[in-house]
């Protein structure tokens, strides 16, 4: 009989088992929080906030990934096949790692409404990957804009408590134009809403 870590005490996980220490080595190359392109249509946003564990206390190694539409609803995708227009070298897609103090921070263009499984377009949203020590999977949840008037018809926010959609929207600053406020709650009492795709 082979030794595994559930017959050796004495033998610890491997690294396939787990997210981390070790996936800022493959992901560094690829750090990306700046999505912005010469010409680029629509309305700029810059979009920061933190990560906090179950204790309220920041989370200095996480890694944060968005993919979302440009500005008329389209991604930069062959599967999709809107006839909507593409910005040129707009890819939608970030990566950035959190801070000592679990800050991250993104600079894009607000996205356009995508469509949906009914007919009414879902709300402008960006959609987030959360990865970390200790996860066996990614985290996947949304960013939505608290000032975007669809987000009362959209199919996905319809689908979660109204007590907890507040975790998916992002705030406008205070004192800063086109800047929002999203943070990530792990765990506790004002988790984050995470998404089961």
């Known amino acids: 009989m082979t030794a595994s870590p559930e017959t050796?005490?004495?033998?610890?996980?491997?690294?396939?088992?787990?997210?981390?220490?070790?996936?800022?080595i493959g992901f560094e190359a690829l750090y990306q929080n700046d999505l912005t392109v010469d010409a680029l249509k629509g309305r700029l946003?810059?979009?920061?906030?933190?990560?906090?564990?179950?204790?309220?206390?920041?989370?200095?190694?996480?890694?944060?990934?968005?993919?979302?539409?440009?500005?008329?609803?389209?991604?930069?995708?062959?599967?999709?096949?809107?006839?909507?227009?593409?910005?040129?070298?707009?890819?939608?897609?970030?990566?950035?790692?959190?801070?000592?103090?679990?800050?991250?921070?993104f600079?894009?263009?607000k996205p356009g409404p995508v469509p949906s499984s009914t007919e009414i377009p879902q709300a402008p949203?960006?959609?987030?990957?959360?990865?970390?020590?200790?996860?066996?999977?990614?985290?996947?949840?949304?960013i939505y804009f608290i000032d975007e008037a669809s987000n009362r018809t959209d199919e996905i926010l319809n689908l979660i408590d109204p007590e907890r959609r507040p975790t998916l929207l992002a705030r406008p600053i205070a004192g800063e134009s086109d800047a929002y406020l999203w943070n990530i709650v792990l765990k506790g009492r004002d988790e984050t809403v995470f998404l089961d795709f």
């Not at 949203?125 to 949304?142: E, P």
Request: proline fraction near 7%; glycine fraction near 10%; aromatic fraction near 10%.
């Open 45 to 105: 946003v810059t979009i920061r906030g933190q990560v906090f564990d179950s204790d309220k206390l920041p989370v200095p190694d996480a890694v944060i990934e968005i993919w979302q539409a440009n500005s008329f609803g389209k991604y930069a995708h062959p599967e999709d096949q809107q006839d909507k227009p593409l910005d040129l070298a707009f890819t939608g897609f970030g990566r950035c790692p959190t801070d000592a103090e679990g800050r991250f921070g």
């Open 107 to 109: 600079r894009t263009v």
């Open 8 to 24: 050796d005490p004495l033998l610890g996980l491997a690294a396939s088992q787990t997210v981390g220490p070790f996936f800022q």
């Open 125 to 142: 949203h960006i959609n987030v990957s959360i990865f970390m020590r200790g996860l066996l999977d990614r985290l996947v949840t949304r």
